[in-house]
């Protein structure tokens, strides 16, 4: 399995993005989920969804801001990002794991990542 994040960018405090993820390969039994790492802190988990889109979670910084969907007929993950702050400025990174509802487990769970993509904030 590939993974291609892509939807980064500047945006101002306040603002939106949608970042997604495409994938190549068998993607519809994957737990999916995105990652941030920011400048010296390590990789954190941001949100992850399971296999059929029905159960997600949240680290707490981001709940009520940001949402983790799947579209498994597409083969993509989005994170829409809303009212974005300074704080969430990061590498973020998709990531896609076999267990079929990875809830909060953390990065050594996954076994395919994407390449990453730039989310800068600005105040």
């Known amino acids: 399995v590939q993974l291609q994040a892509s939807g980064g960018g500047l945006v101002q405090a306040g603002g939106s993005l949608r970042l997604s993820c495409a994938a190549s390969g068998q993607f519809s039994s994957l737990g999916m989920a995105w990652f941030r790492q920011a400048p010296g802190k390590e990789r954190e988990l941001v949100a992850a969804?399971?296999?059929?889109?029905?159960?997600?979670y949240y680290t707490d910084s981001v709940k009520g801001r940001f949402t983790i969907s799947r579209d498994n007929a597409q083969n993509t993950v989005y994170l829409q990002m809303n009212s974005l702050k300074p704080e969430d400025t990061a590498v973020y990174y998709c990531a896609g794991t076999r267990l079929l509802d990875p809830l909060r487990r953390g990065a050594d769970w996954y076994d395919y990542w994407g390449q990453g993509t730039q989310v800068t904030v600005s105040s």
């Open positions: 969804i399971n296999w059929r889109g029905g159960n997600a």
